[in-house]
């Protein structure tokens, strides 16, 4: 991996801030902080955290490109298959809209095809971010602007219609856990005696060590099918990985605020067994600076994302909880396909245009690019209507 760019005298002076604000908080705890914890003040932190802060995030001057920010193809199919869902003044409300591109997107496609939202509702959390989405999507034509609403929270009345997020839940604050020859430990943070952040380990806690003892048993219970046994013994000693229980909350606070229609998720990620298979040792978590990835956490404080991959087994069981039917999964590849990527191309003649979406596309679907390694999932309440991005593909055997 070539070197990191370097981050200039602004940005060294924020860091440096997110550090003071972590030491703070680091001696109230002990002198040792849960990677979660550390997470929700190095991304989340009022005006100091990685989504809370200035700096530009998403596309090519940013630190990652999301498929949105990547093609409108995206966005173009993802309003292909919600348009049936927003008949009747239905709502469509994002979660994290990112730069704005993917509501740009919808709502000129879906006024196209004659099925805008009621209302189009923006939860933002950030309030940087919510500015920059309204400068793009002021640009929009008056009949579409008029439409889009921010939210610092969901709604307290539930909606008829379409929720959607995009790559969100690989942001929600994660623990992570090791497997030593004495048993589970759950890894967090310090700093050693010249000052530097570092992982430091502890025996798991009670609710970890559960949790952590119901997901081993459940794997070793149920091997996936092609894949080498390597449950039957419990983890290996030297397992690392990453454990999101946040994820239950979250969808169940998405399901109480949908009344009719469908969550619309995408995510880099996988089911359970896949997840957690003895072959992915040293887990999932990866850092984004400046469009490169590395495994460093500690790098960079409140200036770099740092993720891991969904559960999406465990994002299924929530929705189970808040009443919702997993009614489909799939790659992001086969979403696209089920709705209608090839016609959205076909449509375009100009010859210099249909070649840069083509590249597009491929990048959007390719196994070795966006294709595979992001997923696709419909949680529905009370709609039939729900499916049609996900009629190539059914994963749902895999959960």
Not at 75 to 88: E, F, I, K, Q, Y
Not at 126 to 146: I, K
Not at 172 to 187: I, Y
């Amino acid at each position: 991996m070539s070197p990191l760019p370097g981050p200039d005298a602004a940005q060294c002076a924020h860091s440096a801030a997110v550090g003071t604000a972590l030491r703070a908080l680091l001696a109230t705890r002990g002198g040792w902080l849960g990677f979660d914890e550390f997470l929700q003040q190095v991304l989340y932190a009022p005006g100091l955290g990685y989504y809370s802060a200035g700096a530009t995030k998403f596309g090519p001057a940013g630190d990652f490109v999301t498929a949105p920010e990547l093609s409108p193809l995206f966005g173009a199919c993802l309003a292909r298959h919600c348009a049936p869902l927003l008949a009747n003044g239905a709502d469509l409300l994002e979660v994290g809209a990112g730069s704005g591109a993917l509501a740009e997107t919808l709502l000129a496609r879906l006024g196209e095809l004659g099925a805008l939202p009621a209302h189009y509702w923006i939860l933002e959390v950030s309030a940087d971010l919510r500015e920059r989405q309204r400068a793009r999507l002021n640009l929009l034509p008056a009949a579409y602007r008029s439409r889009v609403h921010w939210l610092e929270r969901l709604p307290e009345r539930p909606l008829r219609g379409v929720i959607v997020a995009n790559e969100v839940a690989d942001a929600l604050p994660f623990k992570c856990f090791a497997v030593t020859a004495q048993g589970f430990v759950e890894r967090g943070v310090t700093r050693d005696g010249a000052g530097t952040w570092q992982w430091s380990e502890r025996p798991a806690g009670e609710d970890l060590r559960a949790e952590l003892a119901r997901l081993e048993a459940e794997l070793a219970a149920g091997i996936a099918p092609g894949f080498t046994p390597g449950f039957t013994r419990g983890f290996a000693p030297g397992f690392r990985s990453e454990l999101c229980t946040r994820l239950n909350a979250w969808i169940g606070s998405l399901g109480a605020a949908l009344e009719a229609g469908a969550i619309l998720l995408f995510d880099y990620g996988l089911a359970r067994r896949e997840l957690y298979h003895p072959q992915r040792l040293a887990g999932t978590l990866r850092c984004h600076y400046r469009q490169r990835a590395h495994d460093d956490p500690f790098m960079l404080l409140g200036l770099q994302d740092i993720t891991a991959w969904v559960d999406f087994t465990r994002v299924a069981e929530a929705a189970s909880a808040a009443g919702l039917e997993v009614a489909g999964y799939c790659t992001q590849a086969a979403f696209l396909l089920g709705s209608g990527i090839e016609a959205e191309l076909a449509a375009v003649t100009a010859p210099l245009a249909r070649a840069r979406l083509a590249s597009e596309a491929r990048a959007l679907l390719l196994p070795g690019e966006m294709g595979e390694t992001f997923k696709a999932m419909a949680l529905t309440r009370g709609a039939s209507n729900a499916t049609g991005g996900f009629a190539v593909q059914d994963l749902r055997r895999l959960l």
